[in-house]
């Protein structure tokens, strides 16, 4: 690992002023790995982690803000998400492990880089890793690679599960600059698919620095499901996981749907023809049949990941079974 | 002054290198930690010329210990290399295997992944931590009682895991298993199923995980 000098930042103000030529570290559960492995290679680290971000609250309209410093474990199971947003808790709990969960925080969960091993292994051309390099994947082995919205330049996806359920649920990522300048990100826009740049993860300027995720008053926390499809039962990052929410009258018919699939795009990705195929029908296996093929209509495979198109079809029906409940309504 | 160090020889990548080892029976002192152009840890003697070093006071079972730091040294590596707390393990060193499970303020936490600098003010737990004197802590006689090892690598980060899940439980922790989330209530009954989820950030490759369920099992019955 190269030296590295290393401070605290006591306020947001104190943290992007510090922060326009270093790295933020928080849980480091990621940064800390990519630069044991020399893929990040930062001069300065700025410890973030005693800023006054960590709580979950309510705000007004009915929705709540997370703190970007709060641990993934204490958003997961804060009473204010597991009541309003469960599919959110679901989707957490289903990323890494408990210890990990403790460490990660909700920025950092944001700002997590793709798994790709060929964006993990330095001997390898990789775009993301060195522009202009190539990608090792798009012929290499690519069988965890995207489906959906990859280019010539990069095939990864992006590992996040939390992130699925945030894209699903309308979320909005507030962000400090580093002239104390503050915007809010809508979640769809915060991620990037790769095209020629795919370097660049997501649409913060350098030095930005994310402060809280807002999320608008629910009314699918009665039915959503967050469904996560791997390669083994637990702690291994998704092939296919499915954020599915439903809002549903007493009739079963269904008024507003949510689907966003993890595991199978360079972005947690909001499936809007697969909702646009819900809307308004009863709900029901044959209609969730007719969404999940509306969601891979575009999908593309490479040579060793076609089975995630599949795989991502019938994970959606599965999940919005789950979402609807025993009785469809 | 001789007298007050000892000579100790690491071997990293074939390569042996001495070093001096300031010996501090009477835990005394801050202890240097700088990292070698190989990566290795060593415990080293006075001021460093590595252009970063830090100092933070780390309460670690119960004593607080002054480190003066490489800022890249890991909280497992000040452990082991600094402290000769060689419970904690090195597994993968990246995260994927649990084997340098600690507690840090009482929450089960990754020590390759976190940085000692970070960890300044910190409470610290060790699987050397557990125990009260001769008595063992529950989970650690429900791991012998119930032979939750092989060859017992995986085993002081199984056990700080397994302490922790028994707070996570009481508090009422969900885990991706637990059905209705907005229905948990405190105090958690552990199914198998539960304990295998809430476990799984351990990986026992001799695969003793029936044992190591059993044993979780057992403590949470007591």
Known sequence: ?329 | MKEDFESVEVSFEGSRRSFLKQVSAAGLGAVTLRMLESGAVVAAEGASEAPDMLAVTVNINGKDQALNLDTRVTLLDALREGLDLTGSKKGCDHGQCGACTVLVDGRRTLSCLTLAAMCDGKKVTTVEGLAKGEELHPVQKAFVAFDGLQCGYCTPGQICSAVALMQEARNGDASYVTGNVRTVGKNLKLTDDEIRERMSGNICRCGAYPNIVAAVREVQKV
């Open chain 1, 1 to 329: 690992m190269r030296p590295f000098s290393f401070s605290r930042a006591a306020n947001a103000d104190d943290a992007v002023r510090l922060g326009a030529d270093a790295k933020f570290i928080a849980g480091g559960t990621n940064l800390l790995d990519l630069m044991k492995e020399g893929i990040e290679t930062p001069e300065k680290l700025v410890d973030i982690t005693r800023l006054p971000m960590t709580t979950v609250s309510a705000i007004r309209g009915g929705g709540v803000s997370i703190g970007a410093l709060a641990r993934n474990s204490d958003t997961a199971n804060h009473p204010l998400i597991r009541q309003g947003y469960p599919l959110l808790t679901q989707a957490i709990l289903a990323g890494a492990s408990a210890q990990i969960r403790n460490m990660a925080t909700n920025g950092g969960n944001l700002m997590q880089r793709t798994r790709c091993a060929y964006f993990y292994d330095i001997a390898m051309p990789c775009n993301k890793r060195a522009p202009n390099t190539g990608c090792s994947a798009k012929e290499g082995l690519n069988r965890h690679h995207a489906v959906l919205g990859w280019s010539a330049a990069c095939v990864a996806t992006h590992p996040s599960d939390m992130c699925v359920a945030l894209a699903a649920l309308d979320a909005v990522v507030k962000v400090r600059g580093a002239n104390g300048a503050e915007r809010s990100i809508p979640f769809n826009d915060f991620h990037r698919l790769p095209g020629d740049n795919p370097e660049r993860d997501n649409n913060l300027a350098p030095g930005e620095l994310i402060t809280s995720i807002e999320l608008p008053k629910s009314p699918f926390a009665a039915k959503s499901y967050y469904l996560k499809v791997r390669d083994r039962a637990s702690y291994a990052f998704a092939l296919v996981s499915v954020a599915a929410a439903l809002e549903t009258d007493k009739a079963g018919r269904i008024l507003q749907a949510r689907v966003a699939l993890g595991g199978v795009a360079h972005k947690p990705w909001r499936a809007v023809e697969a909702e646009k195929a819900l809307t308004g029908k009863k709900a029901g296996e044959a209609v969730f049949k007719e969404a999940a093929e509306a969601a891979m209509k575009e999908a593309r495979a490479l040579e060793h990941n076609g089975f995630k198109i599949d795989l991502g079809k019938r994970a959606i029906v599965r999940a919005l079974i789950r979402a609807a409940g025993p009785d469809g309504k």
